[in-house]
C-alpha cells in the first residue's frame, strides 16, 4: 500500500497550513556523509496527491524511479530543503546527533515556514514545532516518502562525485555502504577522509591494514 496523506490531513484539520516531512540516507553508511531532507508538499499536492503516484519509501524504489520522483517532487513541492553532515560530524557528535543536525540545517533551507513536522523515527527537541514521529514513515506518510526519495537521490550524487575524489573504493557502486566490494578495498587501500572512523566495521577493518 502507498503512503497516504492521512496524518497531513489530520494536521491540516488542527489548522497547520505549512507541514514538511522529513527523513535521512546514509545512517548506516561506512563512508560519506548522512544526508536529511525536509519537503514540504503544499495543497497543490495534498489536494490532489496522484500527482505524486509513485513516490514511496525510497528504498522500494530502483535507482531510476527514485531520480524520476526527485524530479517529480522538486518541480510540485511548496518547498525542498536539503541538509548534511559529513563524517567527522558524524564521529564527533555520533550519528543520531549528526542526523538531528542534518534534518534542522534542511529545515532551515526551506524557502517558507513550516508550523508542524512529520518526520521518520525521530524528533528534534531543539525545534519548538509540533512534531510526530512515526516508524517507517517513509512508507505510510507521503510527505516523509517525498522527503526519502530526495535524501536518497542528493546523497546518492555525492557519493558519485566522491568517487572521482577517491577512485579506489567503488564509491560510485556501493555509496558507502558496508558491502563485500568495500570491505576489500577497505583493507586494501586503508581510509580516506570519508570514512566514519568510529563505526566498528570500519575501526576493526582499520586495525587489521
Not at 92 to 119: N, V, Y
Not at 146 to 166: E, N
Request: net charge neutral; charged share 15%.
Amino acid at each position: 500500500m502507498p503512503p497516504g496523506i492521512e496524518h497531513e490531513n489530520d494536521l491540516c484539520a488542527q489548522g497547520r497550513e505549512c507541514i514538511a516531512g522529513l527523513d535521512e540516507a546514509g545512517r548506516g553508511c561506512w563512508a560519506g556523509p548522512v544526508v536529511a531532507a525536509a519537503v514540504v508538499l503544499g495543497s497543490q499536492v495534498l489536494t490532489c496527491p496522484s500527482l505524486l503516484t509513485g513516490i514511496d519509501d525510497s528504498k522500494a524504489l530502483t535507482s531510476s524511479q527514485r531520480s524520476s520522483g526527485y524530479d517529480q517532487i522538486c518541480s510540485l513541492a511548496e518547498g525542498v530543503g536539503i541538509g548534511i553532515a559529513p563524517s567527522y560530524v558524524i564521529d564527533g557528535r555520533g550519528i543520531i546527533a549528526a542526523t538531528r543536525l542534518a534534518m534542522t540545517i534542511a529545515l532551515l533551507s526551506l524557502p517558507c515556514c513550516p508550523d508542524a513536522l512529520l518526520i521518520d523515527a525521530l524528533t528534534l527537541d531543539t525545534i519548538a514545532l509540533p512534531q510526530r514521529s512515526l516508524i517507517r514513515g517513509d512508507a505510510q506518510c507521503l510527505s516523509i516518502a517525498a522527503a526519502s526519495v530526495v535524501a536518497k537521490v542528493t546523497r546518492d550524487r555525492l557519493m558519485q562525485t566522491a568517487d572521482l575524489a577517491y577512485p579506489h573504493y567503488g564509491f560510485a557502486a556501493h555509496k558507502g555502504y558496508g558491502t563485500a566490494l568495500h570491505r576489500r578495498m577497505l583493507r586494501e587501500f586503508g581510509p580516506c577522509a570519508l570514512h566514519r572512523m568510529t563505526f566498528r566495521p570500519v575501526a576493526e577493518l582499520v586495525a587489521q591494514v
